[in-house]
């Protein structure tokens, strides 16, 4: 018989024939090649392989009745990333951990909830790096992505008919920090220019650190940033280098 998955049936027939056949709903579970469509991304692989984690989201997609849609060859179609279903896939079918891609992969991993993937790829320098002691630090930063967003739209406000714009951002890692460049802070105010505001925080790591933390994160959402101290103006009573960064935005 041939397999279902690699026959031309419309979907509208196969529900008909699943509704009006039960046998058919039976043949169809037990059939061991399935097509799939994967975010445009084509693959071929067996049910078995696709349950091979029956507490996954992935198996319960092919568990019972079909909860996918399917595509006009009649592939079920999965709205995810096709380029990293590879590696998801290659690991079903081998237990092999990818090398590559690794956080996109840990992201599809969570998507399809493959406990035993998941804890591999946790264990990974990048995601452990990630998870472990970049994600812990910046949780001990108060409202750090709060201020990462209020970056961007003061940014974003400043760009117009602008290729750059600038956004004074002041670090500091303990409370006496904190006091010493109050005075400072409430020049800016009183000048009408905005300031963010990062810290203080009880971390190792140092404002070097948190520099290098907020580009990346920045840039993680698609935006061109470069940032250097903050070049005081005549007559600003403070040593703006040792707490005063101005990050740069370039739009085109």
């Known amino acids: 018989m041939l397999s279902f998955f690699t026959t031309k049936i419309s979907p509208r027939k196969i529900l008909m024939k699943c509704y009006l056949c039960p046998r058919f709903f039976l043949w169809l579970l037990l059939s061991p090649i399935v097509e799939l469509n994967v975010g445009g991304e084509m693959y071929t692989t067996t049910l078995s392989t696709l349950k091979k984690h029956p507490g996954s989201k992935l198996a319960e997609m092919?568990?019972?009745?079909?909860?996918?849609r399917t595509d006009s060859e009649g592939r079920f179609f999965i709205d995810r990333p096709g380029t990293y279903f590879k590696y998801i896939l290659e690991y079903l079918r081998s237990n092999q951990v990818p090398t590559q891609c690794i956080q996109d992969v840990y992201r599809e991993a969570l998507f399809y909830n493959i406990e035993p993937l998941i804890k591999q790829l946790e264990d990974s320098p990048q995601i452990?790096?990630?998870?472990?002691?970049?994600k812990q630090f910046l949780?001990?930063?108060?409202?750090?992505?709060?201020?990462?967003?209020?970056?961007?739209r003061i940014a974003r406000a400043e760009a117009v008919a602008s290729r750059q714009s600038s956004v004074i951002v002041c670090?500091?890692?303990?409370?006496?920090?904190?006091?010493r460049c109050q005075d400072a802070l409430n020049s800016l105010d009183m000048d009408k220019k905005s300031v963010v505001k990062f810290g203080p925080w009880k971390a190792t790591p140092s404002i070097s650190d948190l520099l290098d933390c907020i580009q990346m994160d920045v840039e993680a959402k698609g935006y061109k940033i470069s940032f250097q101290p903050h070049v005081a103006e005549?007559?600003?009573?403070?040593?703006?280098?040792?707490?005063?960064?101005?990050?740069m935005f370039t739009w085109w």
């Open 139 to 152: 949780a001990r930063v108060p409202s750090y992505s709060e201020n990462i967003e209020l970056m961007i």
């Open 171 to 179: 670090v500091v890692r303990t409370e006496e920090d904190a006091a």
């Open 234 to 247: 005549k007559g600003f009573r403070f040593k703006s280098y040792d707490f005063f960064y101005k990050f």
């Open 128 to 134: 452990f790096g990630e998870l472990v002691a970049r």
């Open 62 to 68: 092919f568990t019972g009745q079909p909860k996918l």
